[in-house]
Nanobody
Framework: QVQLVESGGGLVQAGGSLRLSCTVS????????MGWFRRAPGKERAFLAA????????YYMNSVKGRFTTSRDNAKNIVYLQMDNLKPEDTAVYYC????????????????WGQGTQVTVSS
């Protein structure tokens, strides 16, 4: 059974940082590219960032470039999203997802999803 479990969300003040983790089991982690999405209240799910299967390449949307960093540890089957200089507009449920495609910027290119973790940024 494939499982992707996000953790690390919470409440933080504007300008603060959080690191999200996504622990993956039930699939050959090193053969999947990993992506991060978020769904803000009242908005569609949006792609944020991705890291390729061997961590050589990363991709970021302009909305988070320079503030968010994604990385992975294939020995531990974990992908990370370091979020710095958080803003109130970053408030959302954050999801990790696994894809055979690179770079997958749409949800349809991802095969497996986590349940999400809430991030709330107060002003």
């Amino acid at each position: 059974q494939v499982q992707l479990v996000e953790s690390g969300g919470g409440l933080v003040q504007a300008g603060g940082s959080l690191r999200l983790s996504c622990t993956v089991s039930g699939l050959d982690f090193a053969t999947y590219n990993m992506g991060w999405f978020r769904r803000a209240p009242g908005k569609e799910r949006a792609f944020l960032a991705a890291v390729n299967l061997n961590a050589v390449s990363t991709y970021y949307m302009n909305s988070v470039k320079g503030r968010f960093t994604t990385s992975r540890d294939n020995a531990k089957n974990i992908v990370y999203l370091q979020m710095d200089n958080l803003k109130p507009e970053d408030t959302a449920v954050y999801y990790c997802a696994a894809s055979r495609s690179w770079v997958g910027r749409t949800a349809s290119t991802y095969n497996y999803w986590g349940q999400g973790t809430q991030v709330t940024v107060s002003s």
